[in-house]
């Protein structure tokens, strides 16, 4: 009888639990990776505004936000708005 449960056990609990743990993994590195690409976005857009301030200077804010926004786009980025320039901005201008 023990023998019995302890085979039924192994048959329907380990895959289960196997499953459980498949699916939280999967669900961690699909986070880490989102992760990854928001850090990656950030730094371009960061890198784009530095650039467009060295090239424009002070001033033209909209000749810097076009700048920016072309080089995205020419990077398949398009979906970065307008918010995260202007965050990008604010944080190399609060480093100042």
């Known amino acids: 009888m023990l023998e019995t449960v302890g085979q039924w056990l192994m048959g329907t ?4 639990l ?11 590195v699909r ?3 989102q992760r990854l690409k928001d ?6 857009v960061e890198a784009l505004v530095a650039a467009a301030e060295q090239l424009y200077g002070p001033g ?3 000749a810097k936000r076009r700048f920016v ?4 786009k020419q990077q398949g980025l398009q979906m970065v708005g307008r918010e995260a ?7 190399l201008t609060k480093g100042e």
């Open 13 to 16: 609990v380990v895959p289960g």
């Open 69 to 72: 926004r072309e080089r995205l």
């Open 85 to 91: 320039i202007e965050a990008a901005v604010f944080g």
């Open 31 to 33: 986070e880490w990776c």
């Open 39 to 44: 850090e990656r976005v950030r730094g371009v």
């Open 18 to 28: 196997g499953a459980v743990l498949l699916v939280a993994a999967t669900g961690l």
């Open 60 to 62: 033209k804010g909209e």
